[in-house]
Every structure is written in structure tokens, then in C-alpha cells.
């Protein structure tokens, strides 16, 4: 059975597709993450501060940035 699934699996266009997709999407979300690591380094946070309704681009980006070092801490 197992033999037969990969035989087929390696014939299906469809299959390599969503795989393909797939890989785009990890190295998608790997650039994504290099990105916000340059924007959080550029922003000045400050301790314990969270903006319940940020008005401005630079507010949401803090809230993004506090967040992300957050959830780094909790690893």
C-alpha cells in the first residue's frame, strides 16, 4: 500500500502543487519574520507599555513588536 500511495502521489499535478505552495508559504513567512525583526529594531519600545487602541501606524507597529518579544520570553 505504501509503495503504491508515493507511485501515485508522484504523479498527481495537484499534489505537487499543494507542496510547492506549501514551500512558499514557509519561505514566505521566513522573510516575513526577518522583516518585522528590522522594523522591531528600529522602533524604541517602551517597558510595559500597551497601546489598547492604537490611533497611528507607529502605535500598532509597537503593540506588534512588544507582542513579538512577549511571546519570545515565554519560549
Excluded at 508559504?25 to 487602541?53: H, P, S, W
Amino acid at each position: 500500500m505504501t509503495d503504491r500511495f508515493w507511485h501515485y502521489f508522484f504523479l498527481n499535478p495537484v499534489a505537487w502543487f499543494l507542496v510547492a505552495l506549501l514551500g512558499v508559504a514557509v519561505y514566505a513567512n521566513y522573510k516575513l519574520n526577518g522583516q518585522l525583526d528590522t522594523v522591531c529594531d528600529a522602533i524604541k519600545l517602551r517597558a510595559d507599555e500597551f497601546i489598547d487602541k492604537p490611533n497611528n501606524a507607529y502605535a500598532k507597529a509597537q503593540n506588534i513588536c512588544q507582542d513579538r518579544l512577549d511571546s519570545v520570553a515565554r519560549e
